[in-house]
């Protein structure tokens, strides 16, 4: 957990460094963004898997607000460490395009129904999810129930398995556009 906790400096340098290639300027409201949006996400799914194993008397070798005061103490640390790479992305020189770009006007033809926006969210979001859901599960028994050899293992497969969806959704969606 304090891997995780102190990799928020990471996730506060480069949610500045976006932010700043796109032009924002405010240094609280980004480091709010990066402190808070990534933290809550991971908090509140943390927090559901908790309560669900705690309301189905899943085993749990510790009590339900033992749990939370560490989730609370890891968003704080977490919180505190984005601001410091926030703050670090803040001070660093913004990042130029390489190369110009010259805007080139067409006409986007008429797509059809099934390459919709809602159409393409719903199922390829519902497909992403899918891909994970069985290895976020596992990730979050193996967190409460101290087995943390377990989370590092279903990590590794959770990025390479949402790396090989996402590429092979994004091949499809190209070919269909063409």
Known sequence: MCVLAFMGIINGLVTMRLLKFFGLSDFLYAAGIS??????????????????????????????WRQLAGSVLWALVNGLCC???SYKGYMMKRIEPQARIQPVTRTVPEQPRL???PFIGIVFGGIQYLAMCVEFSSIMQSMWRAKIY????FLLTDVLLLIIVISLLSVIQTYLTL
């Open 35 to 64: 402190s808070i949006a990534l933290p809550f996400f991971i908090y509140t799914c943390m927090s559901m898997e908790t309560i669900l194993n705690a309301k189905s008397g899943g085993y749990s070798s510790r009590s339900l």
């Open 83 to 85: 601001f410091l790479g």
């Open 115 to 117: 390459m919709s926006w």
């Open 150 to 153: 377990a989370l590092f293992w």
